[in-house]
């Protein structure tokens, strides 16, 4: 074994931070043994170096100034794990101009700022590595950038968001309301005090971005993934999901298009079949179903947040960063040089549940019916439940364009006899 140590230095000991300590002081002698090397933390960077964590490390390694700890210490890695966009960034970009390889967490950094920390840390020669920004404890983009690169990835379909999974399996199992039901996950510590980037889906957007661009060779950025949270989602919609045999489940979803034209990276609700392996993931249990042309299909599963879920993949990391460093090398670089561009959601195909509430009356299922060949959808199940006057029609299509979908029931939604448009959902995983 090297008998130089290799400097890692924190940057961040909340919920993620302070568990990667832990383990980094109480697995020593095991990383050690593993990284041919031991590891040595030489600071913690946090914003009130006072606050007592409960982890074994002593407090003189405790600094407020984390520009001036790496400058000070000059770490061979750095683990960021402070979250949001700055000081973060510059204090990664800062690592690499210092030699430093660098661990991170930070979904939001690298879906918003990707190309440039790859370009910094390829520059310096050093690594960037980022298992637990996706899914937290599940090992998803190890296998991606390296099990799999010798494979085609077609599509990949995630729950990625405990939060929200936790939420509609509580209205799917109990009939809870939304709020119900994010009340209840709040209070089990499951959701945030503020939950929006959770429910609107925008924490699962950026690790679909993430996930894209690992998949596909080709930079996506947040802004290119279409983004539809779970607040709408009505206990009538599980209902309905329930009695035609599906579960609703907010899905990340990167696929190529059909025609090789670009990739649809998108997130939103969708009802899933009982019988796909995804349905039975519940809880805030995440899990990502792959589909690639030689492997076929793969379904990672496990914790997708928690501190020591997601410290685990952290020194995974760690040490992976740190061999490469110990065997004079890097590991590999990011590869985007399919440069396929993701296309508008209006584009991307998928079937549909629509639900209608109308008047019952000759002629009139006739009228609807034609309004979806007008513009191309094609019907794969109609069921019509008459109550006096009126009926309900619950509708299934085969594979349609979104936009020619949206167009139809634009469309529906202006006949007279057509009382309400009670319900659209896209449905995924047949
Ligand atoms: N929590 C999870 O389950 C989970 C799962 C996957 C990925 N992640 C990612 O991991 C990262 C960390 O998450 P977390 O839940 O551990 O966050 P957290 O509990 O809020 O901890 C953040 C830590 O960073 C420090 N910090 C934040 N801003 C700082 C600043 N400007 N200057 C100095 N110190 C600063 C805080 O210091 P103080 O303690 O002194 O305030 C705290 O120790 C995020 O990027 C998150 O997205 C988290």
Known sequence: ????????????????????ARLLVEQAEDLAARVGAPLELVGVGVRDA?????????????????????????????????GGIEPARALILQSFESGASVVTANKALLAQHGAELHEASAKHAVDLYYEASVAGAIPLLRPLRESLVGDRVQRVLGIVNGTTNYILTRMDESGATFSDALAEAKALGYAEADPTADIEGQDAAAKA???????????????DVYCEGITSVTAADVVAAKTTGHVIKLLAIAERASDGSGINVRVHPAMVPRTHPLAGVRD??????????????????????????????????????ARNRLSGGHGPRESTYEQLPALPVGQS????????????????????????????????????????EDATLLIVTHSARESDLAATVDTLRGLDSVREVTAVMRVVGE
Do not use: C, W
């Not at 639900?355 to 191309?376: C, I, K, N, W």
């Open 50 to 82: 006072g606050t007592d964590r409960g982890i074994p490390v002593d407090a003189t390694l405790f600094s407020t100034d984390l520009a001036g700890l790496i400058e000070a210490t000059k770490p061979d890695i750095v683990v960021e794990v402070m």
């Open 209 to 223: 971005a993430i996930i894209a661009t690992l998949a596909f060779h080709s930079r996506v950025v947040l802004s």
């Open 1 to 20: 074994m090297g008998t130089q140590p290799i400097k890692v230095a924190l940057l961040g000991a909340g919920v993620v931070g302070s568990e990667v």
């Open 349 to 388: 195909s998928t079937r549909y549940y629509i639900s209608l509430d109308l008047a019952d009356q000759p002629g009139v299922l006739a009228l609807v019916a034609a309004e979806f060949a007008t513009h191309g959808v094609s019907i794969e199940t109609l069921r019509q439940d008459g109550h006096g």
């Open 284 to 321: 805030a249990y995440n899990a990502v179903f792959v589909e690639s042309e030689a492997a076929g299909q793969l379904m990672f599963y496990g914790r997708g947040a928690g501190g020591a879920p997601t410290a685990s993949a952290i020194l995974g990391d760690i040490v992976a960063v």
